[in-house]
């Protein structure tokens, strides 16, 4: 029993409204306004592509000629001579080899058409996704993400050759063979083919459209697992830690379950359409070539007409036989692209004014201007926050999980816009500049550094690529760690491993102030930036933070209090908002809440210190 294929009017018309819509978006690629050398190969590839179709409809009347002159129905009395049948052989042979040759010279001359166009969609994802907000990565899965991406470029790259080299010729080439048949023997035959061909392509586009839910299915399925296992891999070490290999492989197999179920009713599908195509163009072929058999015994066709319409049948069910393969992978790769569509139609979150002037830092005084924010409007998460940290200050945030120290690192770098109040830097509120040139201005030195799978060196010359290896060698030394990097086999060209793993977290810490000395910032934003080290570490790497921050506008995001005593002021944080702020030893003396703070985490040390000793 076939599958319901029914399709509701308005989700049809949405379908087709969606295609059209992705097509349009690609045409650019093939005839763009700014380069006029696109234009020109596609014209030529197009003369090519019109010179190998009338050679292809050529060939089977030379094939009807010399089939005349081996039987003796040849009108043309040169034609029954040995010579003549040869030379029409020869000519079938030739007219073969030219509608292949030309067709291969037609993709060679545009395959820098279709390389660009490819190029160009990577690089615009690419781009469009760093210039997405936080927000959107947050709520995101890579592993998911890179395989619409992944799918979405092959699919344009397939979509573009064969819409303009195999849909719109073999339109041409049917209209031409159904003037032909009409022309060259009557009305009937184009008739049977006029009939095979919309019963053919109703019926593809018909299966088509529900082979493409199917499709869905299995794509989502798809992203499942993928996801999982990638999941499962980045997280290898703490699989280890709890035993959870068996956990993890029984999670990968239902959702590999999920993706075989769906891809068995694909494949199922897909053996469906194929039958029922087979026995469209097998009745409509044996129809043709039994009112030619009947003509030809009459004696009103010659022999080599019966074989021509059989050459001008195959010649024009090999392709249909193709169009079904092609506009299948056509409708698929459609719903491929639509999903990187989907993903290139979304706007970032925080976006730069018209007209936005770049920042302007000429001493780093930061203002937070009665700043509220939330991530939802249920959950606000600061809540009146009203500082003034002037030029060239060093200013510690500290409080419990929760209270908004970091939301306000993040609001600084524009990773979120306030929902309400402002930030300013110099005067001059960051909604009103560029995003990129806050970027330039803040120097971070995050929680957990994360390096790429490439050198030391690479990693710190990764805040100002054109630095010098002298540049690079003055901050890690500025940053305490040209000694240790100096004692390793390759120096500054070993490989740091993925996510800097083959280091320790005291070195990516190093590497990582390294990085933002290099970049020499006005503005120095240390997140938590040795919370997750030990005692004795995180006193060592504070004198390079320290250093760093010399002459620089520093705000510090802390948990241990011990790191921030010399801080010109100590904002305390809770609940969202500001309950405290002063310097260390006037927040001792009040003995409020950093007071506790304080004599809390001095107990824990003395405890920590005493089991030691």
């Not at 820098?112 to 469009?128: E, N, S």
């Not at 926050?385 to 060093?394: E, K, M, N, P």
Request: glycine share 8%.
């Amino acid at each position: 029993m076939p599958p319901d294929t029914s399709l509701p009017s308005d989700a049809a018309r949405a379908d087709r409204k969606r295609g059209m819509k992705l097509i349009r978006f690609i045409l650019p690629y093939l005839w763009p306004s700014d380069a006029a050398w696109v234009k020109r190969t596609v014209v030529w590839a197009m003369l090519l592509l019109v010179g190998a179709k009338a050679v292809t409809l050529g060939t089977p009347y030379l094939y009807k000629l010399a089939v005349d002159a081996l039987s003796g129905d040849a009108r043309d009395p040169a034609l029954l001579l040995p010579l003549g049948a040869v030379s029409l052989t020869v000519a079938y042979g030739v007219a073969r080899f030219l509608s292949s040759g030309v067709n291969e010279l037609r993709n060679a001359i545009f395959a820098p058409v279709r390389m660009r166009a490819l190029q160009g969609m990577a690089i615009q994802t690419f781009r469009h996704m760093h210039a997405m907000s936080l927000r959107f990565h947050i709520g995101r899965r890579t592993g998911a993400l890179s395989r619409i991406i992944e799918r979405g470029v092959k699919a344009i790259e397939f979509v573009l050759s064969f819409l303009l080299f195999n849909i719109v010729p073999l339109i041409i080439e049917l209209v031409f063979v159904l003037v032909i048949f009409a022309l060259a023997f009557d009305w009937r035959y184009a008739l049977v083919l006029l009939v095979t061909i919309a019963a053919y392509v109703s019926f593809t586009l018909k299966i088509t459209e529900w082979r493409v839910q199917v499709r869905r299915e299995m794509n989502a399925a798809d992203q499942e697992a993928n996801q999982k296992a990638i999941d499962s891999l980045l997280n290898f070490e703490t699989v280890k830690y709890f035993n959870a290999d068996r956990w993890e492989t029984d999670r990968y197999d239902v959702s590999m379950d999920q993706y075989a179920k769906a891809a068995i009713r694909t494949d199922r599908s897909l053996a469906f359409l194929n039958a029922g195509q087979a026995l469209i163009i097998s009745a409509g072929l044996c129809a043709v070539m039994v009112m030619a058999a009947i003509e030809t015994m009459r004696g009103t066709l010659s022999v080599g007409d019966f074989v021509m319409v059989q050459a001008y049948m195959i010649q024009i069910t090999t392709p249909l036989n193709f169009l079904g393969s092609v506009y299948r992978n056509i409708r698929q790769g459609l719903t491929d692209m639509g999903e990187m569509h989907d993903l290139l139609e979304q706007q970032p979150e925080v976006q730069d004014k018209a007209g936005a002037t770049a920042l302007q830092v000429q001493g780093g005084r930061i203002s937070f201007h009665d700043v509220h924010f939330h991530y939802s409007p249920e959950r606000p998460i600061l809540k009146g926050i009203s500082l003034d940290i002037a030029a060239g200050q060093t200013v510690a945030l500290v409080g419990p999980s929760g209270s908004g120290k970091s939301t306000i690192g993040r609001l600084m770098f524009r990773f979120y816009d306030v929902t309400g109040g402002a930030i300013t830097i110099d005067g001059q509120d960051l909604r009103d500049v560029t995003q990129g040139s806050v970027h330039d201005a803040i120097g971070v030195v995050p929680q957990d550094t994360v390096l790429f799978n490439d050198t030391v060196g690479y990693n710190i010359a990764y805040a100002r690529p054109q630095a010098t290896r002298e540049e690079v060698i003055a901050a890690a030394k500025a940053a305490r760690i040209h000694d240790f990097i100096e004692s390793l086999p390759e120096g500054y060209d070993t490989q740091v491993g993925e996510r800097g793993l083959k280091l320790s977290g005291g070195e990516k810490q190093r590497v990582g102030i390294a990085r933002t000395i290099l970049k020499n910032p006005p503005i120095l934003l240390l997140d938590e930036a040795t919370s997750a080290l030990d005692t004795q570490t995180e006193r060592d790497i504070q004198a390079s933070l320290a250093e760093a921050g010399q002459g620089r506008t520093v705000i510090t995001i802390a948990h241990r209090l011990s790191t921030i005593v010399d801080a010109d002021q100590i904002v305390v944080m809770e609940a969202g908002r500001i309950v405290e702020q002063g310097r260390h030893e006037a927040l001792l003396a009040q003995g409020g809440r950093y007071a506790q703070m304080w004599a809390r985490q001095s107990a824990e040390i003395d405890h920590e210190d005493g089991s030691q000793a």
